[in-house]
């Protein structure tokens, strides 16, 4: 017996052979037999040489960029460093900084287009962002200021170097450090020259590069000019890159450092000044000048971010997977010798469990005893698509995502069982809160900004099975839900493929101002 999830994996693994990348998070390097051969015996010999001189560097400027801000008190740190500490210090840290890059490969860098002043564009939005070794850019910015992860403050020559450079520190686990860290970009960009140049990545985390995933508002909320600046490394070996999936960083570092050199071109665009539309939305300001660097690039510029630790696609208020927990269950369930009566006998036994009454998070033995898996190591890897604890999961995500797309029932059958699993009072209304984990039991995972989805169903009446089947099946903006995301494996693949390589629907590149759209002219 041919088990369901077997025909759509095999037509998967023929795309990719066709297809170079599934998603901007994934980045595998493909090297041929005479490559690797090459790249083996010069790693042998460059690895350890360069991987020592960079070291060396980073010992260098690592009690000089402490030499910076000793003796200050803690009034003083909080303002732009001045005097002997700027023009002395800052220049000696910045030639050990570019010796580190030399160190690995970056013999040169080719600049094109001009680098405007802090006046002039307060930040630098700095795209696409692909390993550790984008920050070369900041030597040829003069260091300017970035924002980091608190937590890299421990790190040993990191930690100092972020305290030279004054970088505006954030802890994305705690609601208050976001809030400051706001309000510090802010203060900073609108200082009007008193403080230094600002560098992000407003992207938010590393990519391919083949597609511009949606920039984070953090650059823009204060309304101020940016210049987009375009990072690219024409080499014949793409080893820059570390994403998601895929090759490591310690991957990246070994390939990089194995070449004779690596190049880099950075690109300065024209200044980008924000409309008043614009300022006064900095979404549709971050998405227009994205799809101006996306155009500059020849990338597609997508929706597509990191939610979690999971890549997701927004539609509409949904955050869908761009790789379905509920496939990959399908495809280790397989993997497993479980066949198609055993998968729907474990979601029966699944499904009674999780009727109201009963504990509906299950640890990874106990979910390893519903499937009747022979190895803890499948439970667990399961349960880790489901959850961010990797240590329970909710059963009706399994149950629930995994029904459909095995072809075990119908999308409407799929909705009558959600609302008996998540309409706590028997009503037949959901709340905001039921919607929430309604919707995320049927993508397979957390849904965080599920309040416009139900504004939407609401409007049209009460929030019932046969409203919600409505909007998600006959509104434009979710019927990819229902007709690629959770269609059957075998038919879903065409669909979704199409939706992959480009994107967004619609015009990609196209920038709107004031409502209207305008073409973009690229100064050369």
Known sequence: MQFPCESWWNNVNRRNRTQEFPHPFVHELKLTTTQRIRGTVMGAVLFPVRITLATLCFLLVWPIAKLRMAGLGSEDRLRPVRGWRRWLVHEIVRLLSRGVFFAVGFLWVKVKGQRAGVAEAPVLAVAPHSGFLDMLVLCLTDLATVVSRSENTSLPVIGALLEFNQAVLVNRKDPESRKKCVSQINERLTSKGYWPQMLMFPEGTTTNGRALIKFKPGAFL????????????????????????????????????????????????????????????????????????????????????????????????????LESPARETLKLLHHAGLSTSQVQTALSRMTDQCQPGQEKAVSIDLLQQWLELSDRETAAKICSLFSKKDVSVDLRLICLSISTVSGLCSFEDLLDKAFKLYDSNGDGVLTAEELAGLMGALVGSPQFHTAKIYTELTSRGPANKEELLNLLTKETTYQELATVYLRPEGAEHEASSHHMANGKDGNHNGIKRNGNMVANKRED
């Open 222 to 321: 204060a309304g101020v000019p940016v210049q987009p600046v375009l990072l690219h490394y024409p080499n014949r070996l793409d080893t820059m890159r570390w994403t998601w999936k895929g090759t490591s960083w310690v991957q990246s570092l070994w390939h990089t450092t194995s070449q004779f050199y690596t190049n880099m071109t950075i690109e300065f665009l024209p200044v980008y000044t924000p409309s008043q539309e614009e300022k006064e939305d900095p979404s549709l300001y971050a998405d227009n000048v994205q799809k101006l660097m996306a155009k500059g690039l020849g990338v597609p510029a997508t929706d597509y971010v990191m939610e979690g630790r999971f890549p997701v696609k927004h539609v509409g208020g949904l955050s869908l997977p």
